[in-house]
Structure formats: structure tokens, C-alpha cells
């Protein structure tokens, strides 16, 4: 058999088969439901007279509609309240293991997956929220999906998918001080462009992701969406093996052994092929900021503000409605820029700072509130204090 991607290996073994329109039935290994996105699915469910398929297959928690005040029910937001109750009816009707909001179990659903050791290597995972791109950093194959594939895929556990081609993403050398994972994704999105991904799977490797935490990964990761791509992965290693073992969902004795051996095999051979290479100097990369409406809007922390006059004709109208918007002046440093308001919100025990839902515990946080005079930070370390731990009652490390 000829080299193959970790893209093409996961692919290959979850298909069912090649559809008459040339698609793939592609099985889903995983399926992650939450509050948004689950309801409207179900009901289709109901009016179809359909059961779920295979309901240990999917978990549920409760994310996007948590109060950051109080969390007692009922919630003020009636929209809120009802939005919960029917998860947890839902869930208790057709047996789906849910992660409710006091079991100590409940979180962003990106997260709570890879906490509880549900998201694995190898695996295809789907989830009704564009950042499921978030579970490549473990190797896994996971896609954000729209409500009716979220009734596909409690219906069949399938979802019919043309299949993407895969660009590999390198970046090699020492990163800059100051500069972090959340700044190597702005970098890349902004060279590639916010459409640069579209018909592509994104496989991030080079030393630099090597070196990488798995917080530092889901980061990158999860903005595969912002750059087009379908999904974004890095290949398993010590680093994935190390943040699972012994995780609640995790495999346990002698399975365990056999799961990290296959896990090792599904990293991308030497010599596959791929549809296209993008080689970055990691020297290249400075601390980033997005000083406009997309990501792709993005500047070094050393350079001006896009000035209307001084881009492609094309741009321009997009750096007029940027600028508008945020307030700024076309060809001003981005440098010393007032921060008015600066983030950060608490739900499920996580800090999440918006599009990306970073967990609070990536270095950036860690060196934001190390540099804060009168502030007390704790060690910049996952810390799990037991194996059940989840996020829900994980104190913010920082």
C-alpha cells in the first residue's frame, strides 16, 4: 500500500461506501450534542418516527446558554430554561449520556471531550458547532456540522461528505518571545486567507507543533474553521498519549496498550502525498492581533493598520467596513492602540475568549496574568486533581 496521510487512513476506514453523486457515506465514530443545535434535530427525529442509532455513541452537554451569574434553575432567560430542559429530556428519552450542569461533568462542549478521554485518535468525530475542528489536535478527524446532519447522524450515525483534499501546514524553527500558539494560526489564516482552506483538510506538522502542548494544539485547531479549511488535525504522539492516559473514557489495561500502538500507525507516513505544501519560517511569526472583522484581518503587533488607499482594489471595500467598525485609522500603528475592553468570560468553569473558546490555561493567559502587578496566578499546568475532574469544576489555573 502507498504512503498515506492520517487524513486518508481515518477516512478510508470509516467509509461505508461511495454514494451515486460520488460522496462518501462516511461513519461517525463520535457524536457531540449540545443545547443549540440538538433541539430542532430531534424534533425532525420525531416527525420521521426515528430512533436515535446508536445513542452510546453520543454525548450531550450543556454549553453556549450556561448563566455566568447564577446557574440555579429555572434560568432567568426563559429561551435559556427550555433550551436545557429539552437537552436533558431529549437525553433521558433516548438514553444519550449527558453531562448535566451540577455532575461535575458538564463544560464547552470542545472540551469536555477531550477531558473525559472521549476524543481519541483515529476517530471521526461531528458535532453541531463550526469549531469541532477543535478535536484534530488529537489526531481525530472532526467536523462541525448544521442541524440536519445532526438529525443525520443520530439517525444513521453517518453523514454523507465529499471528501477533502489535504494541504499539510509546516512550521519549523524557534517561535519568537511573546509569541504563542493563537499567534501561529492568525499567521496562517492570514497567508492563506479566510477562503484558503475551503475544499481542505489542514494537517498542521513541523517542529514548532511538535513541540506543542495538547492546549496549545486545540488552539490551532479549532481555528481551522476561520481559514476554511473542513478540519484541522496534527499527527498523535508522546504528547497526545501522555493527556489521555487515564482519562475516564480513555482505554484501560491491556487495551490501552493496543490503542497506543494503533494510534502510533495513524500518523502520516513518510513520502504520502498531499495537495498542496505551505512551508512557514517560524521566525517569521510575531505576536498578532486582528485589528478588523475576520481573522484574516490580522497584523503584527509592529506594523500599521491597513490603509484603504494602499490595498488590493478588491479590499478595499472590506477595509473601509473594517475600519468603520472598529473604530481605527487606515495607516495608523496598531501599536498603542487603547484597549478598551479586554474579554474573557467564565461558563462551565472555563475562561472563553470569543471565536475560539481558548481554554483559560493556554500560555497566553498564563503570561497575561503573570505580567499583572497585585494579581495571583497558579502554576501554568493542567492540573488534575482527580481523573473525574471536568470542567465544570476545574478552577481556572491562571
Known amino acids: ?88 429530556a431529549n437525553c433521558e428519552r433516548h438514553g444519550i449520556t449527558y453531562f448535566d450542569l451540577h455532575s461535575g461533568l458538564q463544560g464547552i462542549v470542545h472540551m469536555v471531550g477531550p477531558e473525559q478521554g472521549i476524543t481519541q485518535p483515529g476517530s471521526t468525530i461531528a458535532c453541531g458547532d463550526s469549531h469541532t475542528s477543535t478535536h484534530g489536535a488529537f489526531g481525530a478527524i472532526a467536523f462541525g456540522i448544521g442541524t440536519s446532519q445532526v438529525r443525520d447522524v443520530l439517525a444513521t450515525q453517518t453523514l454523507a461528505m465529499s471528501r477533502p483534499k489535504v494541504r499539510r501546514i509546516e512550521v519549523n524553527g524557534t517561535l519568537p518571545p511573546g509569541v504563542y500558539a493563537k499567534d501561529v494560526i492568525l499567521h496562517i489564516i492570514r497567508t492563506l486567507g479566510v477562503n484558503g482552506g475551503i475544499g481542505y483538510a489542514y494537517e498542521y506538522a513541523g517542529d514548532v507543533f511538535d513541540r506543542m502542548s ?106 473601509l467596513e473594517a475600519l468603520a467598525h472598529m473604530k481605527l485609522q487606515g495607516g495608523a500603528p496598531i501599536r498603542g492602540t487603547k484597549v478598551d475592553v479586554a474579554l474573557a468570560w467564565v461558563a462551565g468553569g472555563r475562561a472563553r475568549t470569543p471565536a475560539s473558546r481558548t481554554s483559560a490555561r493556554s500560555p497566553p493567559c498564563c503570561a497575561a496574568a503573570a505580567s499583572r502587578r497585585g494579581y495571583k496566578r497558579s502554576p501554568c499546568r493542567a492540573r488534575r486533581s482527580s481523573r473525574r475532574r471536568a470542567s465544570a469544576r476545574a478552577s481556572i489555573a491562571c
Request: with cysteine; net charge negative.
Open 214 to 319: 495538547m492546549e496549545e494544539r486545540m488552539t490551532v485547531c479549532n481555528m481551522s474553521i476561520e481559514g476554511g479549511a473542513r478540519c484541522g488535525y496534527v499527527n498523535p504522539d508522546q504528547t497526545t498519549i501522555d493527556y489521555l492516559e487515564g482519562r475516564p473514557y480513555a482505554p484501560q489495561g491491556a487495551e490501552w496498550e493496543a490503542a497506543v500502538e494503533r494510534w502510533r500507525a495513524l500518523a502520516s507516513d513518510d513520502g504520502a502525498h498531499y495537495d498542496d505544501v505551505t512551508v512557514i519560517d517560524a521566525a517569521d511569526i510575531a505576536p498578532t492581533v486582528t485589528w478588523g472583522i475576520n481573522p484574516g484581518q490580522a497584523i503584527a503587533i509592529d506594523e500599521d493598520v491597513p490603509h484603504p488607499d494602499r490595498v488590493r482594489p478588491e479590499e478595499r471595500a472590506g477595509v
Open 1 to 88: 500500500m502507498p504512503p498515506r496521510t492520517l487524513f486518508d487512513k481515518v477516512w478510508d476506514a470509516h467509509t461505508v461506501r461511495t454514494l451515486e453523486n460520488g460522496q462518501t457515506q462516511l461513519f461517525i465514530g463520535t457524536h457531540l450534542i449540545h443545547e443549540v443545535t440538538s433541539p430542532q434535530a430531534f424534533g425532525m427525529l420525531d416527525d420521521l418516527g426515528l430512533a436515535v442509532r446508536m445513542p452510546e455513541r453520543t454525548f450531550a452537554t450543556v454549553d453556549h446558554i450556561v448563566p455566568t451569574d447564577v446557574r440555579e434553575e429555572p434560568f432567568a432567560d426563559e429561551l435559556a430554561d427550555q433550551m436545557i430542559k429539552a437537552l436533558r
